[in-house]
């Protein structure tokens, strides 16, 4: 089969090339899935298990990208939960071959069924995206109805999701980033957008949960906007500054399939949007990790058509 591979640390980008791979072994609870649309993340060439198993032990050449969308052709042992010929979607881990290729192996238990009506190269923007905001605001940040949330970076690929998330659970949505993406964000639901760059963060007001995706210096002056019992919440990295009388959290997100199944439904009932950006074929995508092909919105890897 064919897939994406990087194989020296050093190189880096330099270093990824379309490769012949052997079939991927399904080992107990994995799925195999034929690829049909698949997502990465730029900066994972960054990332020590790009390169090395969770032992710690060199894995190049090793296969990139971590989201993916298919379907199921083949079960390992003792898999339950899906079949063969399911459409599916998620998050292959982070310390295995990854979803730039034709086929992947990954744990069921990390993928949801995705529903027929659910384009594949839609499904693939949402995994990493959708379970990150969905994580933040609800699982750290405890966000409900009728609470305010403060979303920077609003117009970007988790922000967005967040925005749609939070407004659709009857939060008020405060959202920040740069006057470029103010009519994006307030299309997907935002009711005050900050420009970081001409306007004062701290006229947000006082907040029950901040919701980072910038880190530095807008991180810390953030925490002075989570009233007594919020949360501040970051991706990005562990907040410096602590909120007076509130928590501070930052985590990396995980597979989920109970949350995925509920992102889906949202996908098909066209409540939740994802911004994808380029769709470029398996061949190209050395060239779309590059940072200078980078076009607005999720790039997604198509690989297999229907
Ligand atoms: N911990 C986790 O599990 C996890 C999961 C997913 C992502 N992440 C990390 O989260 C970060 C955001 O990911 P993403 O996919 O949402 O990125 P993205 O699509 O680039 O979105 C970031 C948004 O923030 C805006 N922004 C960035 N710096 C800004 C500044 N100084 N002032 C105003 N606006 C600013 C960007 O505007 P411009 O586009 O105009 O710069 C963009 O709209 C990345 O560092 C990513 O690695 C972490």
């Known amino acids: 089969m064919q897939a994406i591979t990087v194989r020296d640390r050093n190189a880096g980008l330099a270093g990824m090339s379309l490769t012949d791979m052997p079939y991927p072994h399904a080992a107990e609870n994995d799925v195999i ?8 993340t730029p900066g994972e060439l960054d990332w ?9 032990r060199d894995r190049t050449p090793s296969v990139p990208g971590h989201e993916l969308s298919g379907v199921v052709v083949e079960l390992g042992y003792g898999t339950t939960g899906l079949s063969v010929g399911q459409r599916v979607f998620g998050l292959a881990d982070w310390a295995r071959d990854g979803s730039l290729a034709e086929y992947t192996a990954v744990e069921a238990r990390n993928l949801a069924p995705l529903p027929a009506d659910v384009d594949h190269t839609v499904a693939a923007a949402l995994p990493i995206s959708g379970l990150t905001a969905w994580q933040g605001l609800f699982d750290h940040g405890r966000l409900t109805t009728g609470q305010t949330v403060l979303i920077h970076g609003a117009a970007g690929g988790v922000g967005s999701i967040a925005v749609q998330l939070a407004h659709e659970a009857g939060a008020r949505v405060i959202g920040t980033g740069r006057a470029s993406g103010r009519d994006r964000a307030l299309a997907l639901g935002v009711d005050t957008f900050i420009d970081l760059e001409t306007e004062k963060l701290e006229d947000a007001g006082e907040v029950d949960v901040v919701f980072d995706v910038i880190g530095g210096e807008i991180l810390d002056r953030s925490a002075a906007l989570v009233r007594a019992g919020g949360t501040l919440v970051s991706i990005v990295m562990p907040p410096k500054v602590q909120p007076k009388d509130g928590r501070a959290v930052f985590f990396v997100v995980e597979p989920d399939r109970a949350q995925l199944t509920d992102l889906a439904t949202r996908l098909r009932d066209g409540r939740l949007k994802p911004v994808v950006g380029a769709v470029r074929s398996l061949a190209d995508a050395p060239a779309a990790f590059g940072p200078g092909n980078r076009t607005p919105g999720k790039t997604i890897i198509r690989i297999t058509e229907d």
């Open 33 to 40: 899935v034929r690829v049909h649309a698949a997502g990465f």
């Open 48 to 56: 020590p298990a790009t390169w090395t198993d969770r032992a710690g």
